[in-house]
């Protein structure tokens, strides 16, 4: 599944919803934080962004980058993506459920950024 999801990366582009999930994930895969960063949604940059600036007035000279405040890529997945589907689609937003071969689901809220699809993280 890795090989053909690395293949059709190459294909795949972000101006769907389910392209942009599928970069996401090689992205993610890859432990390439700053494609990742460049992957998410608005309201989710906005939210780091507010992390970083608040580190930096509690951190003194500390430089850290948005990407510094994720990890990707460091463990296994709990389980394997075997696909997509496009659960709702309006307008500039979006639902995509990813989903494993044994019945996993993970679904993924997708917001229109221009001409690319972003995906917006659940706050915390």
Known sequence: MLLLLAACSSRVRADNPEGAVHLFIAAARSGDRASVYQRLGPETRARIEALLSSSRHQGGRLIAKPEDFFSVGWAPPAWEPAGTRTVHREHDRA???????????HSLTLVREGKEWKIELPGG
């Not at 639902?95 to 689901?105: N, Q």
């Open 95 to 105: 639902e995509v459920e990813v989903f494993s071969a044994a019945g996993d689901r």
